[in-house]
Nanobody, 113 residues
Framework: QVQFVESGGGLVQAGESLRLSCAAS????????MAWYRQAPGAQREVVAT???????NYADSVKGRFTISRYNAKNTVYLQMNSLKREDTAVYYC???????WGQGTQVTVSS
């Protein structure tokens, strides 16, 4: 059974940081490119960052220089370090293996000014 469990969201003030975690199970984690997505109220889900099996990362322009994606294959976990948070980062954040069609429940990030 494929499962992604996101955690680490919360309510923070603008300029603060959060670290999201996503524990994956039921997949061959180390051979999958992983990604973080987010969906703000009334908006479409968008990709935030990806990390390949070899550790190559890509970021949406809106988060470049502020967010860092990483992975720890031994724990089947992918992380998203979010610094200098802005109000527009408010969304539900999801992780996903890019080649698979499964989604977790997501974790809510709310940034107040």
């Amino acid at each position: 059974q494929v499962q992604f469990v996101e955690s680490g969201g919360g309510l923070v003030q603008a300029g603060e940081s959060l670290r999201l975690s996503c524990a994956a199970s039921g997949i061959a984690f180390s051979i999958n490119t992983m990604a973080w997505y987010r969906q703000a109220p009334g908006a479409q889900r968008e990709v935030v960052a990806t990390i390949s099996t070899g550790g190559i990362t890509n970021y949406a322009d809106s988060v470049k220089g502020r967010f860092t994606i990483s992975r720890y294959n031994a724990k089947n976990t992918v992380y998203l370090q979010m610094n200098s948070l802005k109000r527009e980062d408010t969304a539900v954040y999801y992780c996903k293996a890019t080649s698979l069609g499964y989604w977790g429940q997501g974790t809510q990030v709310t940034v107040s000014s």
